[in-house]
C-alpha cells in the first residue's frame, strides 16, 4: 500500500499546565478536541511552541501517550523528538512510532549558541533515526537551530535519507527556499510545508507548499484560506489572508507561544494559560490587544468552551 500523503493544516498543540506549572492533562485533552473541531487536518505535539525544551523526559511521554490515546485515530499526529543525540532521538522517534504517530519532526542537531554539526554529522544523523522508523520524518528548518541547511542540501537528505520526505521551512524568504527545494528534489519531497505561524502562507503555497504547521489557537480560520486556495481560488485565499493576518501577525510578532492559551482560556477550552517559567506570563495590554483582535474575527475558540 502507497504511504499516506499528509497535506493541510497541522497546527501545534500546546501543552497545558495548571497555574501551578504542573501537567493538566484534562485540559490537555480538551484543547485537541477544539483543534480537531476547529477542522485541523492533523495535530502536531511536543514542538517548540508546546514548550517542548521545558518538559522533562517522563513528561514528554506523559504527553506523548494521553494526546495519542485520546486522538485514538481521528487524525494523524506528528510528534517532534528533536534531541541532539543521534541515538536519542532515534529511540524517541521510535517510541512515537509505537504509540501511534503519523510523522516525526526533527530540528537538525544543535546545542546552545555555539555547538554544531557539519552535514556529513547531520546526514548520519538523519539517517541513524530513519533506521530506527518506519513513518516519515519532517525537517524543521527554522532559526532557533542556528544551522544553516542550503535548499540542495534539503534535496539531498530527501533523495538519501529512506523517511525524510517533509520539510517545515522557516527561515528568511522561505517561499524562494521552498521553491528551490521542490525544483532540486522533484518527487522526493513529499511534503514541502509553510510554518512561522502562516506569517507567509500565501507566498510559500504560491511556491509549491502543500501543508502549514501553524499556531493552534485558530485553525478554522487557516483553514478556511487553504481550502479556497487548494480549491483553485486564490483570490478569495487571498481576501480570507487579509482578514485573518492582523491577528496571525499579533501571535507572530506579539505573544509567540503564548498566544494559543491566552484565546484557549478566553474561550474556556482551558482552565490555565499558564506557560512555564522562567517563561513570563504575557503582560496585560498584550494580552487585551490579542483578544481585541480576535473578537473581530470571532474565531470558534472564543466560542467552544462554552
Given at each position: ?46 514542538a517548540n511552541f508546546s514548550e517542548q525544551f521545558a518538559l522533562s523526559d517522563a513528561e514528554r511521554d506523559t504527553v506523548q501517550r494521553t494526546v495519542l490515546e485520546h486522538v485514538a485515530g481521528r487524525v494523524p499526529v506528528i510528534v ?8 536519542v532521538c532515534a529511540e524517541r522517534s521510535r517510541a512515537a512510532q509505537d504509540a501511534g504517530a503519523a510523522m516525526v519532526m526533527i530540528m537538525p542537531p544543535y546545542h546552545g549558541a555555539t555547538i554544531r ?190
Open positions: 500500500m502507497a504511504a499516506p500523503v499528509y497535506r493541510g493544516v497541522f497546527p501545534v498543540a500546546p501543552t497545558i499546565f495548571d497555574d501551578q506549572g504542573g501537567l493538566d492533562l484534562e485540559g490537555q485533552k480538551r484543547a485537541i478536541d477544539f483543534m480537531i473541531d476547529a477542522g485541523s487536518h492533523g495535530v502536531c505535539i511536543l517532534t523528538t528533536t534531541h541532539f543525540s543521534s541515538r554539526v557539519g552535514e556529513r554529522g547531520i546526514h548520519e544523523f538523519y539517517r541513524e533515526v530513519s533506521n530506527a522508523i518506519d513513518i516519515p520524518i519532517m525537517i524543521q528548518d527554522a532559526p532557533v537551530a542556528g544551522t544553516p541547511l542550503s535548499a540542495s542540501f534539503l534535496a539531498k537528505l530527501a533523495r538519501d535519507v529512506e523517511h525524510v520526505s517533509y520539510f517545515k521551512i522557516e527561515t528568511a524568504q522561505a517561499a524562494s527556499k521552498l521553491r528551490e527545494l521542490i525544483e532540486l528534489g522533484g518527487d522526493a519531497i513529499v511534503g514541502p510545508w509553510d510554518g512561522e505561524e502562516a506569517i507567509t502562507l500565501i507566498p510559500d503555497f504560491d511556491a509549491g507548499a502543500t501543508g502549514a504547521m501553524t499556531g493552534g489557537g485558530y485553525p478554522d480560520g487557516i483553514r478556511k484560506i487553504v481550502d479556497a486556495y487548494f480549491a483553485g481560488d486564490t483570490d478569495r485565499a487571498a481576501d480570507l489572508y487579509q482578514q485573518w493576518l492582523p491577528l496571525i501577525n499579533y501571535e507572530n510578532r506579539q505573544c509567540g507561544l503564548a498566544a494559543c492559551k491566552t484565546l484557549m482560556k478566553e474561550g474556556g477550552v482551558i482552565r490555565s494559560d499558564a506557560v512555564r517559567h522562567p517563561l513570563a506570563p504575557m503582560h496585560p495590554v498584550v494580552r487585551e490587544g490579542l483578544l481585541k483582535v480576535a473578537r473581530k474575527l470571532d474565531p470558534l475558540v472564543l466560542r467552544w468552551g462554552h
